[in-house]
């Protein structure tokens, strides 16, 4: 299992952040702090340990600035069950009344598959050589019925000496990939016939609840011979061995527990489920919204396909860029669910030049990456990244500050050219100046008009 993000101390998670996200120190430490904590709970005693609820917190911050990449970067990181979800989508048409209990049902599910995939890891070994022989004894059943031979041991040593031989020999046929393809046949099941598809009437599924899966078993399972490769047929087996060896039981108590005490629910674009009512149009109302969110924010049970799931100890943080509304704008009891409120800074022009050289994924390096593919060695002087960078700020300020967007457009504009002219033009090195950028960009971000389709 690879380290949960939870044993993690603070500081090495901003030093994981601090990999993809430049500035946002105040950001990146609140969500650290709140997300030790959680262990820290875990650490302490139980009846206290009930009473110490999660640190919500909602990051406040124009836009693309870095508040989305925050939370999906600590979802890489977090071996905890994580879900980000849209607020605003529970306001929208077509969403009417879809209950936002779906939220832990989702992040329930993602937990056992999490969970399931950790065992699955766990018993590959075991699953993998389970496999191998049963695809030998299907290659080279065992030999006909020993009674027959019951009353002659020599025989039957005699047989079953040459039949594990033979077995032995295929095994490292096997393992050489010499009987690749090869191929055999295998029972697998099939899943249930349309026929037999029940339309489930609205809102049971909403429950949680599968009526195929309820019913299931009272049909019994149908199986179909299939014809398979022998590497198609070792995978299908691994995967039913190792479905044998693993107690979903189990699985569905651990996914249960890791969401109570460790689940992690990012509601993005909180801003906009705060304030007024449109007043017109079909949406739901905001206010309605919020208040639907409140029990699961303030800790209730849901009722999932897997169980009950209580909610008061699942950790979440909020964020939107509140330009219209304030988060003073959310309901009283919503305010007061999230206790933590940490502002994000507007980007600068140093923060561009950090941004587009120094995370794991910079935009630079994945040029610079995809264009090596088609032998181009593509450089950029210091120059012309401050010249980007500058742009960049420059057409924010005039046009609609779109933070660190902004530098998709202009880098996507920057190096058209030369995306389209490779490798048809053999292009072995692009050395990009502080000129070439002015010139090809100048044009573009000074005609206002023309910034604001193309940049
Ligand atoms: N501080 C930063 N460091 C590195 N990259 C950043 C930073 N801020 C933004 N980016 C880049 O800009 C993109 C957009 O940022 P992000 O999705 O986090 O915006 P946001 O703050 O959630 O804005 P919105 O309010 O519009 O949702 C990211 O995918 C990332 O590539
Ligand atoms: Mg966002």
Redesign the pocket.
Known sequence: MKTGIEELTPKQIVAELDK?????DKAKKSVAIALRNRWRRQQVEDELREEILPNNIILI??????????A?RLARLASAPFIKVEASKFTEVGYVGRDVESIIRDIVDLAVNMVRAEKEEAVEEKADEMAEERLLDILLPPPPDFNEMANDFDKQDETFAKWKRTREKLREQLHLGKLDERKVELEVPVSSSPMMQIISPMGIEEMGMNLQDMLGPMFPKKTKKRKMTIPEAHQFLVQEESQKLIDMEEVVREAINRVENAGIVFL??IDKIAGEDSGHGPDVSREGVQRDLLPIVEGSSVVTKYGMVKTDHVLFIA???FHVSKPSDLIPEMQGRFPIRVE?DS?TTE?FI??LTE?E?A?IKQYTALLATEGVKLEFTKGAIREIAKLASEVNDRAEN????R??TILTTLLEGLLFEVPDTIVEHAKISDKDVRETLRDIVEDEDLSRYIL
């Open positions: 993809y996200i430049i500035g946002q911050g124009p836009t693309g600035v870095g508040k989305t990449e925050i999906r993005d674009e964020s939107g860029a994000l980007l923060d950090r941004i995370p994924n935009l779109i933070g660190a967007r530098l998709h």
